[in-house]
C-alpha cells in the first residue's frame, strides 16, 4: 500500500506564499500521474494541478499563473508551491496519486489532507 504524506499547509495572508510537500512511500515514478487537489467547506473536491512522470503539467484555471506543481524524484517528492495566495485559496488540499490523466487525475492513492488557510 501506497502512503503519501503532505506537509506545509497552515495560514498565510492574502498575496503570501506556501509550499506543500507530499513524500511517498514508493517511486513517483511508478505513477502515471501526481497531483495536487482542493476541498473547501461545501464544495466539490476538485484538481488544482497535476504532473505527469514525462513533465507534462495541467492547472485549475483559478491558480493558473500562482501555482507551480514539481518533482523530485530522488526524494520521491511532490511539491505545489502556491504564490499570489487569495482567501478563497483556503481549503484543505490532498496530495494524489495513480493512473489517470494530467486533466483528470483521480488516482488511488490519497494523502491525509493538509489545510491551507488564507486570511484578508
Known amino acids: 500500500q501506497v502512503q503519501l504524506v503532505e506537509s506545509g499547509g497552515g495560514l498565510a495572508q492574502a498575496g503570501g506564499s506556501l509550499r506543500l510537500s507530499c513524500a511517498a512511500s514508493?517511486?513517483?515514478?511508478?505513477?502515471?500521474?501526481m497531483g495536487w487537489y482542493r476541498q473547501a467547506p461545501g464544495k466539490q473536491r476538485e484538481l488544482v494541478a497535476a504532473?505527469?512522470?514525462?513533465?507534462?503539467?495541467n492547472y485549475a484555471d483559478s491558480v493558473k499563473g500562482r501555482f507551480t506543481i514539481s518533482r523530485d524524484n530522488a526524494k520521491n517528492t511532490v511539491y505545489m508551491q502556491m504564490n499570489s495566495l487569495k482567501p478563497e485559496d483556503t481549503a484543505v488540499y490532498y496530495c494524489?496519486?495513480?493512473?489517470?490523466?494530467?486533466?483528470?487525475?483521480?488516482?488511488?492513492?490519497w494523502g491525509q489532507g493538509t489545510q491551507v488557510t488564507v486570511s484578508s
Open positions: 494524489n496519486a495513480g493512473w489517470g490523466t494530467v486533466a483528470a487525475l483521480q488516482g488511488r492513492y
Open positions: 514508493a517511486t513517483i515514478a511508478s505513477f502515471n500521474t
Open positions: 504532473i505527469t512522470r514525462g513533465g507534462s503539467t
